[in-house]
């Protein structure tokens, strides 16, 4: 729970330091497996699905 609040409290103060944005897509993977992304309002699977799908061929995993 201590690393979603973590991870909410990140995307939060990026959307407050970039208010002009109008998306602010995410992926992330924790330790423990956990796995998520956001389009962020954008057309759902078309910007935080490429996001992770990226993530993964960088990261080899």
Avoid: P, W
Avoid at 22 to 41: I, K, M, P, W
């Amino acid at each position: 729970m201590k690393r979603y609040k973590s991870r909410l409290s990140l995307t939060r103060n990026i959307n407050k330091r970039y208010r002009d944005a109008t998306h602010n897509v995410f992926a992330y993977r924790l330790l423990d497996g956990q796995e998520r992304c956001s389009d962020d309002g954008e057309l759902s699977g078309t910007a935080g699905k490429q996001t992770f799908t990226f993530f993964n061929r960088k990261t080899g995993v």
